[in-house]
């Protein structure tokens, strides 16, 4: 059985207008609550979202099998994520990036929040996810490269959680205080939680390319990982603790700023 495009082709508007509902939904709960940082939690279930519409829109020519693992992989992987964002934003207001942001657009910061943070947060959702949608219309079964996917999937998720995990036992710990991070996983990357999302997704990429036409999806993975090595991850963040830590500096000249290795000595 060949991949039915006309079937796929047609849930691509129907997940994108799930992606643009959502924002649209956030951005009213953003305002109620009086925060933009709310957008950090929804980020994760957004691909939850997109992945059970896409499924749920999925013709009967699809692998079911192939269909469940992906909706299952990416269901962990969102909900952990959004969780964990919940939990860490508890009882703190606004994001420091979104109040620089929204402090630089003078009177119109409605119109701003929706273009610079809504928007673009929603357009790269679809985009990225699209590996996903793929492997929902896909009629083969799952072969050995699909598992070599779930097997990089699952090495994202243990660096992405542990990572996370660390910092927050880190960041609670009063002596931590003015100090850096650099045991566990933070002592071969300065952001094992960032390495552990790229991975995810290039491991969810894997699952889908195992077959066609997924592995046309590629620069979804490649976006994605641009983004947390070059574009809004690692550098706004480093920018941002290097400019309050005096010892990060000499943290990041001997350790590894996103894949793992030992340390310089």
């Known amino acids: ?7 796929f082709l047609w849930s691509l508007p129907v997940t994108l207008a799930a992606t643009a509902l959502l924002m649209g939904l956030t951005f009213g709960w953003a305002r109620a609550a009086g925060r933009h940082s709310v957008v950090d939690t929804v980020w994760g279930l957004g691909f939850v979202l997109v992945a059970a519409v896409a499924y749920a829109v999925s013709g009967a020519g699809a692998d079911r099998a192939r269909a469940t693992v992906v909706v299952l992989l990416t269901a962990l992987w969102g909900v952990r994520l959004a969780t964990h964002v919940a939990l860490r934003a508890r009882g703190h207001g606004e994001d420091r990036r979104y ?3 929204l402090d630089q657009a003078g009177g119109d910061r409605t119109g701003t929040a929706l273009r610079r943070i ?4 929603g357009a790269v959702m ?8 793929v492997a929902m219309f896909q009629p083969d079964g799952l072969s050995w490269l699909a598992f070599v996917g ?4 699952a090495v994202g998720v243990f660096f ?3 990572g996370d995990w660390q910092l927050g036992r880190f960041t609670a710990d009063p ?3 003015g100090t850096v991070l650099d045991t566990g996983l933070w002592r071969y990357t300065r952001h094992p939680n960032y390495f552990g999302d790229a991975c995810v997704w290039w491991g969810l990429w894997i699952v889908a390319g195992s077959a066609w036409p997924g592995v046309l999806t590629v620069l979804s993975p490649v976006l994605m990982t641009w983004l947390l090595a070059k574009g809004t991850g690692k550098p706004l963040l480093e920018k941002d603790i290097g400019s309050r830590r005096p010892g990060y500096q000499d943290y990041v000249e001997r350790t590894s700023g996103f894949l793992p290795r030992p340390p310089k000595r």
């Open 126 to 133: 679809w985009f990225v996810s699209l590996p996903v949608q």
């Open 99 to 101: 109040a620089e942001l």
């Open 118 to 121: 809504y928007l673009p947060q």
């Open 175 to 177: 002596a931590s205080q």
């Open 150 to 153: 779930v097997a990089v999937w």
């Open 1 to 7: 059985m060949s991949f039915d495009w006309s079937a």
């Open 160 to 162: 992405e959680a542990v």
